[in-house]
């Protein structure tokens, strides 16, 4: 199992920024990727970025050259991170961290973004 834990959220003006953060900790050994994504209401979950353990990343064309994911792996604990630059309103959703593990997909309980002036 394991457990991923959310944080960074809140409201911000448009052309802020935001860092979301993801601790991921129990069986991280077999995460072979991970992300972040976000569901806006009325809308599907989406890709916003992924990451893999070897460091290749992919982006949804809507945050490319705004937003950058990130990890750091420590002893027991795989930090996920999401900075967000230039935010639009339609970046306002909830933001959801995503690990994908040989034994099972795992989710974050979700962070809210709101973008608004």
């Known amino acids: 199992q394991v457990q991923l834990v959310e944080s960074g959220g809140g409201l911000v003006q448009p052309g802020g920024s935001l860092r979301l953060s993801c601790a991921a900790s129990g069986s991280i050994f077999t995460l072979y990727r991970m992300g972040w994504y976000r569901q806006a209401p009325g809308q599907q979950r989406e890709l916003v970025a992924s990451?893999?353990?070897?460091?290749?990343?992919?982006?949804a064309d809507s945050v490319k050259g705004r937003f950058t994911i990130s990890r750091d792996n420590a002893k027991n604990t795989v930090y996920l991170y999401l900075q967000m630059n230039i935010l639009k309103p339609e970046d306002t959703a909830v933001y959801y961290c995503k690990g994908d593990g040989w034994t099972g997909n795992y989710w974050g309980q979700g962070t809210q973004v709101t973008v608004s002036s």
């Open positions: 990451i893999t353990s070897g460091g290749s990343t992919n982006y």
